[in-house]
């Protein structure tokens, strides 16, 4: 692939960026009102004028052709999972069955009213129990609540569960502890959660370091929060003397379920010692990633906090209570040690219909194969690489066998041939392909985190493999050009100094 | 090889070749063996696509959905008509199965619909900036306190019972984490009360909430309530219904600092309650205070115009403990379609939709307020939906009431007694484009008939006694 000089600027990046708001004219529109079908009284009757608006908003005014190609061109603007590799660590960015969007449009998913009396949605109900049921299964924990909304929304309920069980017992703790290796979300759920945080530090092998823990581990701690395989992609071997160590001074341990896909039927985080766990129905559970959300992120809780739980809950009624109601499950609000609410009515039960399909596709055996493909495949990644000398200048982060994903250090890559991660990942633009997650976990320099997924072929695998080892050589000729890159994507390097320094954050009218 | 992998035996043999190994299992060595299982998970075996489909389809036609029946449920939520493009563009791969746009030169779609989206929100709402979306509605909401706890660091916030109920909790929930108390102030004849309201006000407060139309669909007067809230320098954050902002007036030039709502009404179906979008946009002061992800424009190195996350320093990946949230999804897909929906309905078709929903909504409630039994629970100006009280005994008479109707596939709307006791026999009307003047008709017809005979002291079909409030 050559370096293009300006002059060969492709179609895409000749198509300049026109926002929806710069195009159409007045008076043109998609919509037509329904004829006006009851006796039309004066609106001053109806709403006074002072409560009205004075200036209709400056929304667009689009023919229903002009609004589907602009969104159709600028769709094509993206990279997408369905066209390429998207090998990004600790998205777990697998395929995604059109199934599922086909069973969660049938409208007696799509257009059930949240507040649906529950006698007439009891398919609904019903899916949202098995689903939880599979839930605590995989998780090894007997109670699941489906209401938090993503993988922080879950981290959220997990802390103000611990609070609540805390409080519950008349027990003042002021601290939660995160490894240093920790997703973001995890200190800032701590704070937002009224705790503060305290740091646990990585031993040589990447895992929790047991004497740093032994030693910062006192009854002001409230609860450990802990990826297990852990953000580095390798399971922590002492996870159950962790776990002691940790209920020994009363605290809970959270299992932030970021990395589930490693582990699925292989172990569970309720075996580990773990009292609370979210999981990631875009992650694990292959709900789309649409971009940036939807996500969805239930929690799985042991029998200690499970009064604590966010209302309301699903239950199943006994044979007599259900007896003529109609209602053989339901939902629960009388729950009086509740958290409450964390968002409107149920969760994202779009999400749920998703990942309920996939669990039924799957099932128990298929389940277990994902995990066990997922972790083949990112350690074949990674032998592909040493195979091809990538990792004298790339080399793991850790020196183990890894789970689903791995760590590789861009800093020997940096002091030989002068080229940074954030090069190596902007040169793989040009090779179509989505660039391994950069810069995390920060205790890494120069990070890489590559998470194939199960659902990629070995070839796929081969060939990116070989696009990294040919951007290296290509850089060992000359650094420039992967300094440079990216040169064919629909705009080059973009200038986000600027960007952070003057807000521009709408379209001026 | 299981559905959706690849690895035939051959690769597999290759693999673990390369790797070292001479097994799976012994990739998963480290997982200590007291915590690593043999036996399978106790689920059923996988199934075949259609064999999937044919479960979840059985499991659809046990819910009675707004296809089944004519409903003037809304609450919250409402079942507008959802446009065919945004179901295509929805469902376009480009749109659909990308992740965050953490490399912006291969992400300017999802980038620019952002930078789209945010235009559209401070154009609805009259605020200077909006983020690309949050979770929902009351998370918004809940969010918006906290981004007042930073601003000013008081300890007390002012809630109207106008505010949706499921805000109001989701409030309660999270100020359990970060430490606010929060007083609520009753309604009067539908609106919030401003004696009860300029009481609680002191310079403890460190926000008042709102909402715009509130929770009995009354449309509030904002300026007395804002004016009071700023002589003690408190935050004013007002809940809209994006949709009724096409008639009222823009909460930005109203004065008011934070505006948050539940975006479903705008392009997005029921889906049992989500997923949707939660809309969040302030005043320019807030901005470096804002939850979740921003989109900004700038342009690349050979100065094409192009877009980026910004702002990020605000964010939990670079702040950690010291983030303005933890937030780290959007609903980027929810709101793709409230842009589009946005633009599809255009400057005229946003006046017009309003217009038509406050005509038919006026005579729904006329049509109503007629019948024998009913009256209405506040006389407040309404946009699309408005309460009445039923003469009835209790909740449990409304419920049956609201069974009778069902049973003739019409759904009169939601029991406020559930959430709001002092009202135990409202009942809360929702109309939307979908019902039309015939569904109206219809609705009095059955309602009043469902109500004298549940007057009449006859049995009603289906209706259960079993049943509690359902939040506090």
Same mark, same amino acid.
């Not at chain 1, 109806?46 to 689009?62: D, G, K, Q, T, Y």
């Not at chain 1, 790339?394 to 002068?418: Q, V, W």
């Not at chain 2, 190195?301 to 192009?306: C, N, P």
């Given at each position: ?53 004075? +200036? ?44 599922? +969007?086909?069973? *969660? ?8 009213? !949240? ?5 007439? %949605? ?65 200190? %800032? ?47 922590? !071997? ?12 009363? *605290? ?35 709900? !789309? ?115 689903? +994903? ?9 002091? +030989? ?19 391994? =997650? ?16 199960? =659902? ?8 990116? *493999? ?44 | ?472």
């Amino acid at each position: 692939m050559s370096r293009l000089a300006d002059s060969a600027e492709t179609a895409m990046q000749r198509d300049r960026a026109v926002t929806i708001f710069e195009k159409g004219s007045p008076g043109r529109r998609a919509f037509v009102a329904p004829a006006l079908d009851v006796p039309e009284l004066p609106l001053d009757e109806l709403i006074p004028a002072r409560l009205r608006r004075r +200036e209709p908003a400056r929304l667009p005014e689009v023919s229903e052709p002009e609004l589907v190609r602009h969104y159709v061109r600028i769709s094509r603007r993206n990279f997408d999972l369905d066209s390429g590799f998207y090998p990004l660590g600790s998205c777990t960015m697998k395929h995604n069955p059109r199934l599922h +969007e086909r069973v *969660a449009g049938l409208a007696g998913h799509a257009r059930l009213h !949240p507040l649906q009396d529950p006698a007439r %949605a009891q398919g609904a109900l019903a899916l949202m129990w098995n689903l939880e049921r599979a839930l605590a299964e995989i998780a090894g924990l007997p109670h699941v609540s489906l209401q938090p909304s993503a993988g922080s929304h879950g981290e959220l309920a997990g802390v103000l569960l611990t609070r609540a069980y805390h409080a519950d017992r008349g027990d003042q703790r002021r601290t939660v502890l995160t490894p240093d290796t920790a997703h973001g979300t995890n200190p %800032a759920t701590v704070t937002m959660a009224g705790y503060e945080v305290v740091k646990v530090g990585t031993n040589a092998d990447g895992g929790v370091d047991i004497d740093d823990l032994r030693a910062k581990a006192d009854r002001d701690v409230a609860c450990l929060m802990l990826t297990n395989p852990n953000t580095l992609g390798l399971f922590d !071997p002492n996870i159950e003397d962790i776990a002691r160590i940790v209920h020994d001074v009363g *605290a809970t341990v959270y299992y932030d379920g970021a990395n589930l896909n490693a582990v699925m039927g292989v172990s569970r985080p309720g075996d580990m010692g773990f009292d609370i766990v979210h999981f990631n129905l875009h992650k694990s559970f292959t709900q !789309p990633h649409g971009g940036g959300g939807p996500g969805s992120g239930p929690i799985a809780v042991s029998d200690r906090i499970e009064p604590y739980l966010p209302r309301p809950v699903i239950v199943r009624r006994g044979g007599e209570h259900s007896n003529g109601s109609g209602r053989e499950f339901d939902l629960d609000y009388e729950r009086p040690k509740s958290i409450g609410r964390l968002r409107g009515f149920q969760g994202n039960y779009g999400c749920c219909v998703r990942a309920y399909a996939y669990i039924c596709s799957l099932g128990a055996s298929g389940l277990r194969d994902a995990s066990e493909t997922a972790v083949l495949n990112a350690n074949y990644l990674l032998a592909r690489l040493r195979q091809l000398g990538v990792c004298e200048l790339l080399p793991p982060a850790y020196d183990r066998i890894c789970m689903h +994903e791995f760590a590789l250090t861009g800093a020997p890559m940096k002091s +030989e041939l002068g080229i940074r991660t954030l090069d190596l990942a902007k040169r793989l633009l040009d090779h179509g392909y989505h660039p391994p =997650t950069v810069y995390f976990p920060l205790l890494v320099d120069e990070a890489l985190l590559i998470e194939p997924t199960e =659902t990629e072929t070995k070839e796929t695998l081969d060939g990116f *493999a070989e696009a990294i080892a040919e951007i290296l050589s290509e850089a060992r000729e000359d650094p420039e050009v992967a300094r440079g890159a990216p040169y064919t994507t629909p705009v080059r390097r973009l200038d986000e100094a600027s960007a952070a320094k003057h807000p521009v954050l709408r379209q001026a009218l | 090889m299981s559905r959706y992998t690849a690895v035939t035996d051959a690769d597999r043999s290759a693999m673990l070749e390369a790797i070292g190994v001479a097994s799976v299992e012994e990739l998963f060595a480290e997982i200590p063996a007291t915590v690593r299982r043999s036996a399978p998970l106790d689920l059923p075996e996988g199934l075949g696509e259609a064999e999937v489909y044919a479960h979840l389809r059985d499991l659809a036609a046990r819910n009675t959905s707004a296809e089944d029946e004519v409903s003037f449920l809304g609450a919250g939520m409402y079942d507008h008509y959802v446009p065919a493009v945004i179901d295509m563009l929805m469902g376009r791969s480009e749109f659909l199965t990308p992740y965050t746009p953490y490399q912006p030169e291969i992400s300017q779609g999802g980038l620019q619909v952002m930078f789209e989206y945010q235009t559209a929100i401070c154009e609805l709402t009259g605020m200077d900036v909006s983020n690309a979306s949050v979770y929902d509605g009351p998370s918004a909401l809940a969010a918006a306190a906290y981004l007042a706890k930073l601003s000013n660091g008081r300890p007390r916030l002012v809630v109207s019972r106008g505010v949706h109920p499921h805000g109001r909790e989701t409030l309660s929930t999270l100020c359990q984490g970060y430490g606010m108390t929060v007083t609520e102030i009753p309604l009067s004849n539908g609106l919030t009360d401003l004696a009860a309201w300029t009481k609680a006000l002191d310079d403890d407060v460190s926000a008042v909430l709102l909402s715009q139309p509130n929770f009995l669909g009354a449309v509030e007067d904002l300026e007395p309530l804002i004016a009071a809230a700023r002589e003690h320098g408190a935050l004013v954050i007002s809940n809209a219904d994006p949709l009724a902002l096409g008639i009222l007036e823009a909460p930005g030039v109203l004065g008011v600092d934070v505006c948050v709502g539940e975006g479903q009404t705008l392009g997005n179906r029921l889906d049992f309650g989500g997923p949707s979008f939660g809309f969040f946009a302030a005043r320019d002061e807030h901005v470096r205070r804002m939850p979740g992800r921003i989109a900004g424009e700038t342009a690349d190195v050979d100065g094409r115009r192009g877009f980026v996350l910004t702002l990020q320093t605000r964010e939990q990946h670079i702040r950690r403990e010291k983030a303005t949230s933890n937030i780290c999804t959007a609903q980027a897909l929810n709101a793709l379609a409230g842009v589009v929906y946005l633009s599809w309905l255009g400057r005229r078709g946003l006046v017009e939709l309003c217009e038509l929903l406050v005509q038919r909504t006026a005579y729904a409630r006329q049509a109503l307020s007629a019948l024998d039994g009913v009256s209405e629970l506040h006389n407040q100006p309404v946009v699309r939906e408005f309460a009445v009280t039923l003469e009835l005994a209790d909740l449990a008479a409304v419920r049956r009431v609201v069974a009778r109707c069902a049973a003739e596939h019409v759904n009169p709307g939601y029991p406020l007694g559930i959430d709001y006791p002092e009202h135990p026999t409202g009942l809360l009307v929702a109309i939307t484009e979908q019902r039309s003047r015939a569904d109206i008709d219809r609705l009095a017809d059955v309602l009043g008939r469902a109500l004298a005979s549940e007057r009449a002291g006859a049995q009603a079909p289906g209706a259960s006694s079993h049943e509690g409030g359902q939040t506090a």
